[in-house]
């Protein structure tokens, strides 16, 4: 079985950084894209960003230039790397990964992890 574990979240000033990590355990697997999405209250989970299998970056528009995703592949774990956060950054936020296991895809979520941004 493969788990997905987040760290790294908490409460942070506005103007602040916080980075998380996402590590993917188990065995017999091999990970494709890997990424982040949140969900605020009230919202919709949507992209924050994704790691492809090709090695590039996507951003959410709104969050590019902000934050920075980066991956280690030799320890399945991808990072999200956020600076100048705001209120509205704050919501949980989701690891995911497409992992193919046996000559199949599947899409695995994280337990996901509260950031919070205020004063």
């Known amino acids: 079985q493969v788990q997905l574990v987040e760290s790294g979240g908490g409460l942070v000033q506005p103007g602040g950084s916080l980075s998380l990590s996402c590590a993917a355990s188990?065995?017999?697997?091999?990970?494709?894209?890997m990424g982040w999405y949140r969900q605020a209250p009230g919202k919709e989970r949507g992209l924050v960003a994704v790691?492809?299998?090709?090695?590039?970056?996507n951003y959410a528009d709104s969050l590019k230039g902000r934050f920075t995703i980066s991956r280690d592949n030799a320890k399945n774990t991808v990072y999200l790397h956020m600076n100048s956060l705001k209120p509205e950054d704050t919501a949980v936020y989701y690891c995911?990964?497409?992992?193919?296991?046996?000559?199949?895809?599947?899409?695995?979520w994280g337990q996901g992890t509260q950031v919070t941004v205020s004063s």
């Open positions: 790691d492809t299998p090709g090695g590039s970056t």
């Open positions: 188990g065995s017999g697997f091999s990970i494709n894209a």
């Open positions: 995911n990964a497409e992992v193919r296991i046996r000559g199949r895809n599947f899409g695995l």
